[in-house]
């Protein structure tokens, strides 16, 4: 089992910056992909990045060259930089890990990011 717990949401201005942190514990060492999804009011949840164990990033077309995934190793830690940040990009943000061999999906209990002015 990996244990998930996101931090740094928040509400900020259209335009501002957030960085999204995703702190992993327990059986870390079977993980093969990070990513972070995202769910709107009313909306189903959504893909918005990813990151595998080569540091081979993707992304969801709308947040390509805003949003920026990356990992510390030492602290067994995902980031989601949110650069340029519209309204639309208002939702609650979920922290994944996968375990390819396993098929095993963890999740973290969310964060609440709002963009308004």
């Known amino acids: 089992q990996v244990q998930l717990v996101e931090s740094g949401g928040g509400l900020v201005q259209p335009g501002g910056s957030l960085r999204l942190s995703c702190a992993a514990s327990g059986s870390i060492f079977s993980v093969n992909l990070m990513r972070w999804y995202r769910q709107a009011p009313g909306k189903e949840r959504v893909f918005v990045a990813a990151i595998n164990t080569n540091d081979r990033t993707t992304y969801l077309d709308s947040v390509k060259g805003r949003f920026a995934i990356s990992r510390d190793i030492p602290k067994n830690t995902v980031y989601l930089q949110m650069n340029s940040l519209k309204p639309e990009d208002t939702a609650v943000y979920y922290c994944?890990?996968?375990?390819?061999?396993?098929?095993?999906?963890?999740w973290g209990q969310g964060i609440q990011v709002t963009v308004s002015s």
């Open positions: 994944n890990a996968f375990t390819t061999t396993t098929r095993n999906n963890s």
